[in-house]
């Protein structure tokens, strides 16, 4: 990967995770952990592979994005706040009475956000669902839906994961944020849905396995996810949750709780001296 | 009266009729296209049907992504599995970003007979009532549901059809014009109102014969549509006649009978009973058998109807 290409990405990472630190701590609840996980694959996703306008945030034939793993919406807003799809100050309102930004994505009201997600295993049917039109109405669009590992537990992942392959939707891409931890411990102690690759792989699917945080290994994968047709593409992104803040790296107590001012301060130190 | 119909039937035929005329929506089914007549469609617009297998869960969270993307999408299965089952997609994925999605449920209530009471779903109106946005309708023959397929179409958001298995008198009048959200006077009367809907408007109707055979003047109203529901045709008549029946093939909790009682409460307070499945799970039958076992017959209505009349102040 180009310099000027890797340096910006990690620029947009930055502000992803620096966005999404932000709304939680303001709000004072939230999922850091997840969402500093998929800041990365987020930032390629926005800036460096979707066909997206943020000035026409409805257009029919735009790549679309369903964060099945709804609760890591700070991060999804940051990312479409980095975008340009609404002002970064909203960021601050997060989960405030009367924002438009919910605890989970809400299509209706979010600009740029193509799906209401948080009720786990919905998101990726529904991105079948749009891969489907996308299909039935010849469009080139792409579609791309974030899971969880945790999320892979749903029984309806694997309803649409036989659906997905039985269309044969090459137009979708779901990236599995797989970083071992969820609310009640690690994924392989709580209800082991490992081997997800192998799973995905019976299932009909390509699949690429990756480290989640390197971009050259993300463009390789959503590269190679364009080439194979026939069958979707899943990819396993090997995750860190709460990628970036030493504290909270791994821990799975910062699933789903907010920094306090001084750890906050200390979240965005590091992550700006680390960039 | 003409041959009798099951809704379900006009379901499919309806959906058929319609996909030249509209040419955006598509289909949906969980392997039981057979079943829900959503068949007849598929034989007529392969290219726009797409069955789901086994999984309505995900059925109807595809039926929202292909919403998302602009589609008018049609998702069918039993009752049962519809409403039940997935509840919670169409609550989440459908009903809360409000989408375009018409879940087309068949096999509603204890008339599905013989395969008792796991098939049997006398709790999809209340499930559904309690979504924000959620237009309901319970086609009363196959004029009507053929109607409510096309409204469907035409109007935007979330509906739930509601259709049956077993084949129905057409009870809707010459020239019958179907309109969203409006109650039809079947019959006018002056001692009780009786507001029935699907399949019991045509026992409804006989039950109106037997009272007035006996000198009681009952009005009967058809509510196709549960959700919103036609307030004022049923409070104007509850005022006129001062007693109310209502008859449904559901639960009498959370069904019609509820959301009478409900709206009337707060409109003008007059007795209700209520005839329903009362709090039952259904069984296996034939249908007579079933409909005679849970009071779903004229008989019934017209003791209720006395009891409802005896009730007034």
């Given amino acids: 990967m180009e310099t000027t290409k890797l340096e910006m990405l990690k620029e947009k990472a930055l502000n992803i995770r620096l966005g999404a630190l932000e709304g939680i701590h303001a709000a004072a609840s939230g999922h850091p952990g997840g969402s500093l996980a998929i800041a990365d694959i987020l930032a390629y996703l926005y800036f460096a592979e979707m066909n997206v306008n943020p000035a026409d945030p409805k257009n029919a034939d735009r790549d679309r994005l369903v964060l099945s793993k709804g609760h890591t919406a700070p991060a999804l807003y940051a990312a479409l706040a980095e975008k340009g799809y609404f002002d970064k100050e909203l960021l601050g309102t997060l989960r405030k009475f009367g924002s438009i930004l919910q605890g989970h994505p809400d299509m209706k009201h979010i600009p740029g956000v193509d799906m209401s997600t948080g009720s786990l295993g919905q998101g990726f049917s529904a991105a079948c669902g749009t891969a489907l039109a996308g299909k039935i109405d010849g469009k080139d669009y792409r579609v791309y839906a974030i899971l969880g590992d945790g999320e892979s537990e ?50 009909g699917w390509n699949v690429c396995v990756i480290d989640g945080h390197n971009f050259d290994e993300i463009e390789a994968a959503l590269a190679n996810a364009r080439e194979v047709k026939g069958k979707p593409t899943a990819i396993i992104a090997k995750c860190v949750k709460g990628k970036g803040v030493s504290y909270m790296e791994n821990q799975v107590s910062w699933h789903g709780s907010a920094p306090k001012d001084d750890q906050y301060e200390q979240a965005v130190a590091e992550l700006k001296a680390n960039a | 009266m003409a041959d009798k119909i099951a809704t379900r039937e006009a379901y499919g035929n309806a959906l058929a009729a319609l996909g030249e005329k509209y040419t955006d929506f598509v289909v949906l089914d969980a392997d039981l296209a057979a079943a829900t007549k959503t068949g007849t469609f598929k034989k007529k617009f392969p290219e726009r049907f797409f069955d789901c297998g086994i999984a309505e869960g995900n059925m109807v969270g595809v039926a929202a992504g292909l919403a998302a993307a602009g589609k008018t999408v049609f998702a069918s299965s039993f009752a049962m599995f519809a409403a039940g089952r997935a509840f919670e997609q169409i609550r989440n994925s459908v009903g809360y970003p409000h989408l375009n999605v018409k879940i087309g449920a068949t096999h509603a209530g204890i008339s599905v007979g013989e395969d008792g009471a796991t098939h049997q779903c006398n709790e999809d109106i209340a499930l559904m009532r309690t979504i924000p946005g959620m237009t309901i309708v319970n086609p009363a023959d196959a004029i009507e549901a053929a109607a409510a397929v096309e409204a469907a179409i035409t109007t935007y958001g979330p509906f739930y059809l509601r259709f049956g298995r077993a084949a129905v008198p057409n009870v809707c009048p010459e020239g019958y014009k179907f309109e969203l959200g409006k109650g039809v006077k079947l019959a ?126």
């Fill in chain 1, 154 to 203: 749903e029984g309806q992942i694997w309803e649409a994961a036989m659906f997905g392959a039985h269309y044969k939707l090459d137009n979708l891409v779901a990236i599995v944020d797989f970083n071992g931890l969820q609310i009640d411990g690690k994924v392989t102690e709580v209800m082991n849905p490992t081997p997800l690759d192998e799973k995905f792989a019976a299932f």
């Fill in chain 2, 188 to 313: 006018e009367g002056t001692d009780v109102t009786i507001v029935a809907t699907g399949l019991m408007v045509h026992l409804a109707l006989e039950a109106a014969e037997v009272l007035k055979a006996e000198g009681i003047s009952a009005e009967v109203i058809n509510i196709h549509t549960i959700k919103p529901l036609d307030k004022d045709i049923i409070a104007a008549s509850a005022a006129k006649t001062g007693a109310v029946v209502t008859a449904e093939e559901h639960n009498i909790i959370g069904g019609l009978g509820g959301a009478v009682c409900e709206a009337l409460a707060e409109t003008c307070p007059v007795p209700v009973v209520r005839v329903g499945v009362e709090d039952r799970f259904g069984m296996s039958g034939k249908v007579p058998e079933l409909l005679n076992e849970y009071g779903l017959t004229t008989e019934n209505i017209v003791a209720n109807a006395k009891k409802a009349i005896a009730l007034k102040k």
